[in-house]
């Protein structure tokens, strides 16, 4: 769902002119749906952040780099101008606008319960990295993004980055087909942008 966001369409364009008569479907999902479908063999390939595969696992992975996420919240949120880190326990005051993807979700509820708090208040679940930036952006939601969805230029003065320690910091992104599958071209061409991805 990220990679949806701001990278993949970029890629998409390349392969458009590369390959000017492939088709090309694409489907957005969270970690364990796509690797249902992998496995099922509905979807060639899949890209974005890699959560626990079982070592007998049909899938393969190939990382690519580490991804680092960030608290996100508009600009002037109550917690945006403090000068000292916000503590998990602020942070499991607050209200939430999340991924509701099962990694996402057992990682987020993890960070607090490692601090003996309860999960905040979700306000919003959704598949949408668009539809929780603009929550983000005109409400006092928290969210946990990677700093590309929020710093694109046009609208970065709407949000700050909240001085913590946040929940899901660091994953991997990478790509995950099937152990039995040929690598295509346009696969190939994803792993060979890693060094900009």
Known sequence: QNYGYYLIPEILAEMNLAYPGVRISVVTGGFLDLVDQLQSGSIEFAFGLIGPIDED?????QPLRDHHSRVVARRNHPLATRSTEV??????????????????????????????????????QTDSIALIRQ???????????????????????????????????????????????????????????????
């Not at 696992?57 to 992975?61: D, K």
């Not at 960070?111 to 306000?123: D, N, R, V, W």
């Open 57 to 61: 696992s049909e899938i393969s992975v």
């Open 87 to 124: 503590t998990p326990e602020e942070l499991g005051g607050a209200r939430w606008a999340t991924l509701r993807g099962d990694g996402f979700q057992k990682i987020f509820s993890a960070y607090f319960a490692i601090h003996g708090l309860k999960p905040p208040t979700q306000a919003i």
């Open 135 to 197: 929550l983000v952006a005109t409400s006092d939601l928290l969210a946990v993004l990677p700093p590309d969805i929020i710093q694109d230029g046009a609208t970065e003065e709407l949000f700050t980055i909240i001085n913590c320690h946040p929940p899901a910091e660091q994953t991997q992104v990478g790509l995950l087909f099937r152990r039995d599958s040929w690598v295509s071209p346009q696969c190939q061409q994803v792993i060979d942008r890693k060094s900009v991805v």
